[in-house]
């Protein structure tokens, strides 16, 4: 159902580490939603919120505006289907967000000088409380799109260009420059991961451990060009990353058996690519993944930004069902789960993200 999402938590972030009035409910859905509803998107600068939502249809619970006003504003382009990728923490306790420093309105955001319109990374954390947490200038006349943090203040980013970015409080340095056109950053098991769209060997990439200083090699962890020219953005793995969804923003075909949401298995040699699933002709971009249960429940919004839907793995013929749409004017870009205090056993089963179980799974198989 569309709707207007204006009714903010406690009213609007308006500063640099001011508190929202709610926090956010473990378990629940963030959605990063572009656009104010209020005039059409484009590629100017717009104002950023994290939408949260419940797991079923019509779901909407709240949204947190990011501030587009001071020292700590950060804004997307409203017409960038690229950006604003959105990841979990690796303690599981803030949503990162990158965006462009600056306010709303910039006309061709995207190609600005990063001298002019510093590049950035935030978080919003479980209680609701904003903070730009470093900019950099790297990116400079194209995209930033997503960024991750290990939780004890080191930050990574990703873009159109400049590779694989480290950046803090005091400042910011490309580690890994070999894979460019890159889109969403998750800090897994303490090794970063990303997704990327350009080149022979488009797919997943890793860095091994979380690297401040160049220069860094990353490596295809799986290749999703042996399917063809597609086009990856969000991923989850299990617990012990034997199993990978990744969303395609190129939509399901028939005649071609993929795009939509991809399913891949780990063999024990290699990543094997098992099925597709579809996702009402339009792909798939922000991705989160529930692994607790026997079939995974997969969370996407739409390549196109309309909509945000759900798919119980049952195989290759399951189907997906709507949560919700975007309003008028609006985008649906990045997703990822709420965050939470201090992540429980459950949680942890949930997210498949960020632990020491994965980190040895994959240097014993490294080893092997």
Partial sequence: MKHSKRIIAGGALLLTGVCAQAQFTPGDLVVLQDGTGSSALTSASTAIFLDEFGTSPSGFVTSFAIPTTGAGELVNS??????????????????????????????????????TVPRGVATV?????YTLQGTTTSFSGNNIRSG???????????????????????????V??????NRLIQDIGGNLF???GSGSTRGIYEVIG???????????????????????????????????????????????????IEKWEFNGTSWAFQYSLPTDGVGADGLAVNFSGADPV????????TSLFAITDTGSSATDTLLDTAGTDEAFRGLTFAPQAVPEPA??????????????????????
Avoid at 176 to 181: A, E, G, H, V
């Fill in 78 to 115: 409203g017409s960038a289907t690229s950006e604003g990728q959105i990841s979990l923490s690796a303690d599981g306790q803030s949503v990162v967000v990158s965006g462009y420093n600056t306010g709303t309105g910039v006309a061709s955001i995207a190609s600005t000088s990063s001298s």
């Fill in 125 to 129: 954390n479980y209680n609701g409380v």
């Fill in 148 to 174: 991750t943090t290990d939780g004890n203040g080191n930050f990574w980013a990703v873009g159109a260009n400049s590779g694989v970015v480290y950046l803090n409080s005091s400042g910011s340095s490309p």
């Fill in 176 to 181: 890994s420059t070999n894979s460019t056109n």
């Fill in 194 to 196: 990303f997704s990327t």
């Fill in 210 to 260: 979380t690297p401040n200083t160049a220069p860094v090699t990353a490596t295809s962890f799986i290749n999703t060009s042996v399917l063809g020219s597609v086009s990856p953005y969000g991923f989850a793995f299990n617990s012990s990353m034997t199993v990978a969804y990744i969303a395609d923003s190129d939509a399901y075909t028939t005649s071609s058996g993929f795009g939509g």
């Fill in 298 to 305: 997969i969370y996407a919004t739409s390549g196109d930004g």
């Fill in 347 to 368: 949680a942890l089963a949930l997210l498949a993200v960020g632990f020491p179980g994965a980190y040895w799974f994959l240097r014993r198989n490294r080893k092997a």
